[in-house]
């Protein structure tokens, strides 16, 4: 991957206003970031991808074209740890399959959800999601793409960003991807009070898998609504009940002279929202 010297900004998947602008396809959604004063783009295919071959390669061409960056954001029915041995060689192809999606989209990062933790121990599940992930680097391992391991809401589901270090040990070619929505959801809204909170996500990072990986570091951010069981409900910037605040992050960014690259996944306002965080960044010291 490139190396990327600023932070960047962008959406997940298209804005409420997107659509209200008039556009009605994904391959005009590069120019339309661009011209929002946004920098990424991350493709949603979390219920299943069914966009076609030349409809993703438009909209890699777009993105390579306006200058913005890419990331695909793969179906949410991989499970790493889960039991059936068949079920883990599904995920593997939905792998294969999310990658070469994200070729065609000139995407230089996948994210993935490792799985659930709910009917069999933590370190049962992470024994499972490792021979996955290992399983995993004999069919994928010659990409250059970035596979992103992220951070997870629910309790119950395998996801603590030390378990997502412990995962991404296995090989260079995992990366963490760090959620604060749902690190902070997990954590029932107490995770990321000020600025070295944030702060210590990056030392984890670098500390445990080098400074490389905290510098570019993949992130989401949304503010989110969650139970005793952790997250239940994405929301809007407008929340101001559940967190967690992203000025203190923006804080943690400059001070800790890193370049990450933040997806907003809110509620249908996640492009608007994140031109509030890059503003955010900007304010707080930070250089485009």
Known sequence: MKRI??????????????YAD?????TQAPEWVKLKGLDAYEYEAGNGLTAGEATLSKIGEEAKKHGVLMSFH???????????????????????????????LCADTIVIHAGSAAK???EEAMALASDTLLKNLDVNGDTDIRMGIETMGKINQLGTLEEV???????????????????NARHLGSHFPDCDSYRKVFDKIANG???????NLHCHFSKIEFTASGEKKHLTFADS????????????????????????????????????????????????
Not at 5 to 18: K, M
Not at 209 to 215: I, K, N, S, T, V
Not at 275 to 288: D, V
């Open 5 to 18: 010297d600023h932070a960047t900004f962008g959406p997940g998947g298209n804005s409420e206003s997107f």
């Open 22 to 26: 008039g556009k009605k396809s994904t």
């Open 74 to 104: 793969t179906p949410y029915f991989i499970s790493l740890s889960g039991i059936d041995p068949e079920k883990r060689l599904k995920s593997i192809d939905y792998i294969s399959r999310s990658l070469r999606a994200a070729e065609l």
């Open 120 to 122: 069999i121990s933590r």
């Open 165 to 183: 270090i412990e995962l991404c040990k296995l090989s260079p070619k995992y990366h963490p991807v760090v959620d604060f929505g749902h690190l």
């Open 209 to 215: 898998l080098g400074d490389e990986y905290a510098y």
């Open 241 to 288: 009940v559940y967190g967690p605040d992203f000025e203190p992050l923006a804080e943690a960014i400059v001070r800790e002279g890193v370049a990450p690259r933040i997806i907003c996944e809110s509620d249908g306002t996640m492009a608007e929202d994140a031109l509030y965080m890059k503003n955010a960044w900007l304010s707080a010291g930070g250089n485009a």
